[in-house]
């Protein structure tokens, strides 16, 4: 029986995320390179023409434990369990990619409830975290259908074993964003293969494509 295990995998772990809802007309509004796709009660901003390439994207969001889904059972840090099941802090993810290095880097720390999101980037995040996965991604998809998102996979190079040590396992990560802004992030979703599975509606962030 699948259990929804309380507490973020040391692979925070990513799949298929191309949310959004299908088809329909420009506006005169919108910019040059963007489509605005009506159907229902759905309205999403998408792009016309699909970027060349991903060059990097930082996100960070509170982690709705919740969300969580995995047959296994979790094993952190007593002080760690104890901080969040308490309330007393918040876990926060923040997930960030470069091309240049071809690393995903997930780091998962705690944070006071209702601090700044995102984390101010000058704190030392390897020192705070109390988890983490790093993954070598090996394919970048990009799409405007239904909306603009991206997908990467690749395999796991190191992580904190939460659930299981995930060194080896296929993972992938992705989500959808906004065209017009850049800074906005929606449905997250995150697979670390044979571990768990989570996903989070949205958030901040800022991501860099080539045109």
């Known amino acids: 029986m699948k259990k929804t295990n309380l507490l973020l995998a040391s692979a925070l772990l990513a799949g298929t995320a191309f949310a959004g ?3 329909a007309a420009a506006t005169t509004s919108a910019p040059t390179n963007v489509v605005t796709n009506v159907s ?3 309205t999403t901003t998408t ?3 699909v970027p060349s390439a991903l060059n990097s994207f930082m996100m960070e969001h509170a982690v709705d434990v919740t969300t969580i889904q995995s047959t296994l059972a979790p094993s952190l840090p007593d002080e760690i369990a104890s901080a969040v099941f308490s309330g007393q802090k918040e876990v926060r993810s923040r997930i960030s990619y470069n091309k240049k290095t071809q690393l995903l880097d997930n780091q998962l720390f705690l944070v006071d409830p209702g601090s700044p999101l995102p984390t101010a980037s000058d704190v030392d995040f390897k020192n705070e975290r109390f988890a983490w996965i790093t993954v ?3 394919r970048t998809y990009l ?4 909306t603009a998102s991206v997908m990467l996979t690749g395999t796991t190079m190191s992580g904190f ?3 299981a040590p995930p060194k080896g396992a296929p993972y992938a990560f992705s989500f959808s964003y906004d065209v017009v802004q850049n800074n906005e992030f929606k449905d997250i979703v995150s ?3 044979g571990l768990a599975i ?3 509606d949205k958030a901040p962030g800022t991501i860099n494509l080539s045109k």
């Open 161 to 163: 074993p939460i659930y």
């Open 136 to 138: 070598k991604i090996a």
């Open 191 to 193: 697979l670390s293969s």
């Open 21 to 23: 809802s299908a088809m």
């Open 143 to 146: 799409s405007c259908t239904p």
């Open 47 to 49: 792009c016309k023409k």
């Open 40 to 42: 229902g009660k759905n």
């Open 198 to 200: 989570v996903y989070h």
